[in-house]
């Protein structure tokens, strides 16, 4: 079975639950777009907010030009309330096995595409966050997934090696670029899933999800 002493995790969408469906409803209400237009807009503008390149003001003035609308302070000040609180709601589950990993001395660490100000307003919620022995953000770096230089930066902080090294995303194409770079990489569907696929991996003797 793969040897395996570090493991990497995403945030949005595994160490996170989806959120209520109010919340989105409420983002796109408020911008003046149908859901799905909404959510291609919130994606075609995020890499540059992700990688620090725009401040949160100027993400959301770009959303609005696509929506031909502006947002007064009090709009986007709710508007970054509600982006961060599709992020804020923990997944039990993800969060004990980072546990039962850390117990089992594996050297754990986020990698994360994400914006200054969503890590600011979330990390004083973040239980988890001592839990880890790396913290690589894009936002730091001026790099996102799926470079391969985000990748190589988290591994040189966990003086890990890519091939012991499992990577958990919920992006195929996040996951593609971690195996090119040697690493074993699982796509992030749910919990029983993921739970057989490290079972297969690793062995009934690692810790499971």
Request: aromatic share 8%; glycine share 6%; charged share 20%.
């Amino acid at each position: 079975m793969t040897d395996i002493r570090a493991v990497v995790v995403d945030w949005g969408g595994v160490l996170t639950l989806p959120p209520s469906p109010d919340i989105p409803a409420r983002m796109h209400g408020l911008v003046g777009l149908d859901a799905d237009t909404f959510g291609a807009v919130w994606l075609r503008h995020r890499r540059v907010y992700d990688l620090g390149q725009v401040d949160a003001a100027e993400y959301w003035r770009r959303v609005g030009v696509e929506a031909r609308r502006t947002f007064d302070a009090a709009t986007l000040r709710t508007l970054r309330e509600l982006d961060a609180a599709c992020f804020e709601t923990p997944n039990p589950a993800m969060v004990a096995w980072l546990g039962g990993l850390k117990s089992a001395n594996r050297r754990l660490a986020l990698l994360s595409n994400t914006p200054h100000e969503q890590w600011t307003a979330l990390q004083p919620t973040l239980t988890w966050l001592p839990l880890l022995d790396a913290v690589v953000l894009s936002c730091d770096l001026r790099i996102a997934k799926p470079d391969p230089k985000i990748y190589a930066h988290c591994l040189e902080r966990l003086s890990i090696a890519p091939g012991e090294t499992l990577f958990v995303d919920d992006r195929e194409e996040n996951v593609a670029a971690a195996r090119d770079l040697g690493m074993h990489a699982l796509t992030y569907t749910t919990m029983a899933t993921l739970r057989a696929q490290v079972h297969d991996l690793c062995g009934a003797g690692f810790p499971l999800p």
